[in-house]
């Protein structure tokens, strides 16, 4: 009886530590664990790895970032906030940063952005930008927003800028 | 058990009966779907591949197209309308296949909407190209227009789609 005790502690030990005291319990925590993170990653928090050069030095290439899709559900975006914006779907999304409000009219003159003809000043552009341009559609309709990268040093034909729809916005970049 | 075995083989025949008609009769939008991952399938290639190899692969791209097929390229610094034939569809397969060493393509996200009388279907997706090793890559929204000519999907038109424009 005493050697069947000493013989089945490791394994005992073992269950606890794989199972718990109480396996069922253990079950139903691990159920509602997954459930919550695959509700927690699909509906309110999306993790995003970025590619390509348009919103460096903000943010580098290769990391690792999240999109909050709760984040407009009240609000809606404002001038400043970095935001993922989808293709035909979420497999692959923009990220930009909005830099005019629907109603709005966006120029760059001598590289600086104008926004109802007033110079906006943008902390978060750290390379020199050189960009002239009127886009083709300079006043944003009512559910538009102008998006832009933060990396201006690319030539302007290179960057990936323009209008994006409310629609397309999924949520805001944490 | 008779009436066992008898519901069971009942059963049997009607699970073979309906693959039967789902492999000859497609729902129309699984097919496209299919037709749309064999695009990307075909579109891709690899460095290790031979010249015959590379050759009927470039034709078997080439021959997704239907023979009247149009594609407007609208992407910075190229605007272009065409009306290739298969030979020269096959042509720019291989001349791609010279220029890299390798291509993945990728065909995300397709938003499928099939025409009443389910002959034609338009199809929104988001089309990736990378180079294996290489940081190059290309993302793209395209809307394909395929058309069903016996009982098969060929693609009818091609169009790219800017993402950030009001259109």
């Known amino acids: ?174 | 058990m008779k009436m066992a075995r008898r519901i069971l083989l009942v059963a049997t025949l009607i699970a073979l009966g309906v693959w039967l008609w789902l492999y000859f009769f497609p729902n129309p939008e699984k097919a496209v779907r299919k037709r749309i991952a064999e695009i990307a399938e075909t579109a891709s290639f690899t460095g290790n591949e031979g010249n015959f190899k590379a050759t009927a692969q470039a034709w078997q791209f080439a021959s997704l197209f239907a023979t009247n097929v149009e594609i407007h390229v609208n992407v910075p610094e190229q605007v272009f309308s065409q009306n290739p034939d298969h030979n020269e569809i096959m042509n720019a397969a291989l001349g791609a296949r010279r220029r890299l060493v390798s291509l993945k393509v990728e065909m995300l996200d397709p938003n499928i909407l099939l025409s009443r009388d389910k002959k034609f279907a338009f199809v929104d997706v988001t089309a990736r190209a990378t180079v294996p090793g290489d940081n190059f890559f290309l993302v793209q929204e395209l809307k394909i227009t395929l058309r069903k000519i016996g009982g098969k999907w060929f693609i009818q038109r091609v169009e790219t789609i800017k993402t950030l424009s009001r259109a």
């Open chain 1, 1 to 174: 009886m005493q050697d069947e005790t000493v013989n089945s502690k490791p394994c005992s030990w073992l269950w606890v530590i794989i199972f718990g005291r109480s396996p069922r319990r253990t079950a139903i925590r691990v159920v509602v664990l997954i459930v919550a993170a695959v509700i927690t990653f699909k509906y309110v928090i999306r993790p995003v790895r970025v590619s390509g050069p348009s919103m460096s030095p903000t943010y580098r290439e290769n990391s690792i970032k999240f999109v909050n899709r709760l984040a407009y559900s009240r609000d809606e975006p404002q001038r400043g906030d970095v935001v993922a914006i989808r293709f035909t779907g979420e497999s692959i999304m923009l990220m930009k940063r909005v830099v005019a409000l629907p109603g709005e009219r966006v120029e760059f003159i001598n590289g600086k952005l104008h926004v109802n003809h007033r110079v906006q000043d943008e902390p978060y552009v750290k390379r020199p930008c050189y960009w002239n341009f009127v886009p083709e559609h300079p006043v944003l309709g009512p559910d538009e927003y102008y998006v832009v990268g933060d990396n201006r040093s690319m030539r302007e034909e290179d960057h990936t800028k323009g209008v994006a729809r409310r629609s397309k916005i999924v949520g805001k970049i944490l």
